[in-house]
């Protein structure tokens, strides 16, 4: 006879962070028929109701003894759909336990991800002989599993981090009556307004309207959507536990430098929730600030319309048949387009012309920003795929900025460098994820660079944990000279053979300690990332506790060559993420800023492999410019981003110039268009990649 089954859905996945003794379970409440567990994992700093740390189940708090609820989440697209909270398994540093009181089937549903996935096991610490012991098959989204006897089981992850968006128990029927089900409703700012008990299969009606919700100014109340973004209506049954979220969003307008990108095959698109786009009667109309380039995506080719002139609304037609997948309208202050001396010249501030350019570059384009402000709005992972120059007037003057909505590595980067031969040079990237104050947690990437022999010089970047991230091939070689890149923890991550010259590497403020780098070497790798002449400062706070580097996967290498401490780092100089790793870090001549030498730091008793490098260096070794950069190739990054001091006596008729008034920005000509209304105002030259060098008169 076969016996009927009763669900049990967990909606935000119970995560247990392991300590170094293994999870405690001691506190953990029995799964039983019609129990949920939830864990405050909408926002990280818990709610009016919920404590942080803190646990629901059987609609009673309890709190596992001595582990935390673990914080990490993220978005992640999982069984088809969309996810932006899902929680994350790090490695082996979480575990999920839960108990049950049956045998049952578990169905997990995970990220599709090579070479990724999940452990389950009854034992607290991965046990390939435990007869429980089973690992999810790659390939495999949606994984179910039969546990044959009642107790406690754990989950981990494998291969790195990989994220969960939920999974149901089914245990045997024993006829008793569930649970009604109940309506959980989540404020904008994710505090938990209120919970509805309803009855079995009733219709929603909302308990919590627009005037319960927090809407800042500037954002309008878009509805209540369920956990995949998309709308839950007046009228839905109701058969489970659900949660709702107040959704809210910027009230558009149509404004010089405004970037808007209308996705209406995602199935959260709603067009009458945005106020400059009108979809009706075969179609469709946008407001525009002015001057714009409007995008029109189908299933085809994209095409593009350039206007000129002043505010006005665009209607557009499709043509019979063709399907429209989105709209992407620009903007701008001027469309851009290519001077005499080889360059695009934005208008000081246009976010929306840099965001154009970028997406339609080539190689070889060389653009230029004044000092402005170039707002990318909540855009994420802008790319660029061609071989260009980005050039900005100075690198405290240029800020390149997105806003992330959510936290996350392949999720909330400002920009991502896909391309080869990529040239930044005097400016600012940012990722606005918990920035400057990085008390919360977040992962905000300024840059992730996933093309080869790229190019930073005089460039700032900006961001939390990971703002630099090195993520192309093992073998990636990159170079980053005279500039500054701050953070929190991890905040130069990744792999390759990278050069950092003179960079000031700067703490922010945690509540942890503070983490430069998290090296993903390959062991193919021969040297990592290389640090030669950087100055570290930081925060008071994280003064005496800050580490120089921790291990992330594969064998990390970091070397340190003659670097200043402005303060103090920890005692160790080291700390760790993933057990069992070799390890290759070094450092010569580390010291303090009245130039006594730092010795003593080590990976001792941080649970890396027996044969891990020795710290202390007797020299550089082979630890110099030539053998780390220049490769078979002669790829002679330090030359090419050498700058050319302008004689003003013997201008150069072919080169390019950036004129200046006392700072101001002037014009970019070629030295054949420098005339007599230039005098007296400085000139800067540029160098083979468009860099401009140090300004004098002219």
Known sequence: MLRRQSIVTIILCA?????????????????????????DEYTNNGTSEWTANTLRADNRLFT??????????????????SHLNCLRLKNVQNKLAFRVTDTCSVTFYTELREERGLILSKHDRTNTSDPYYAKQPVNMPVWTIHLNEAGTYYLSGYGGDFFIAGFTIELP???????????????????????????????????????????????AFRGWRNGDERKVDEGT????????????????QARVGSYYYYDMAKDSFYPEEHELLTVSDGTLSVQVAGNAVVNILTDGEPTTYRYEGAATTLTFTPRMGEHVRGVKVYNVATIPARNEAGYYVLSA????AL????????????????????????????PINAQISLIGQSMDGVLIVNHPLASGMNNAETLVLKADNIY?????????????????HGVGIAVQVQGDKSIFQHVSLQGNQDTYYSNGAATQRGWFGDGRIEGTVDYICGGGDIWFENVLL????????????APATEPTTHYGYVFSNCTIDGVASQAGRWHLGRGWKHSPAGTWLNTTCLIAPSAQGYTHMNAGLKVRFHEYNTRRADGTVITGHNVNGLNYAADSDPVDLDSPGIYTYENVILGADNWDAASIAAQVTANPKAIDADAAYLVEDNGAFVAVVKGSQLTAEHKGKTIRQANSRGGFGKAVVY
């Open 506 to 517: 700067y703490n922010n403020d945690r509540k942890n300690d503070d983490v430069i780098i």
């Open 355 to 382: 965001q154009l350019l970028l997406a339609t570059a080539q190689d070889g384009d060389n653009i230029f920003l004044p000092d402005g402000t170039y707002d990318l709005g909540h855009e994420t992972l802008t």
């Open 15 to 39: 995560l247990i962070s392991v300590s170094a003794w293994g999870v405690t379970v001691d506190d953990l409440i029995t799964i039983r028929r019609s129990c949920t567990i939830t864990a």
């Open 424 to 440: 930044m040079q005097d400016l600012g990237i940012r990722c606005d994820v918990s920035y400057p104050t990085s008390m919360a």
């Open 173 to 219: 029927d024993d006829g008793s009556r569930p649970e009604p089900p109940v309506v959980r409703y989540f404020d904008s700012n994710g505090t938990l307004l209120g919970r509805d008990t309803v009855e079995q299969g009733s219709k929603l009606r909302y308990k919590y309207t627009v005037a319960d919700v927090t809407i800042p100014a500037g954002q």
């Open 64 to 81: 596992p003894t001595g582990n935390t609820v673990a914080q990490s989440k993220g978005k992640s697209t999982i069984h088809g759909q």
């Open 237 to 252: 049954p109701v058969t489970a536990d659900i949660s709702l979220f107040a959704k809210v969003t910027d009230i558009e």
């Open 349 to 352: 501030g246009d976010g929306a």
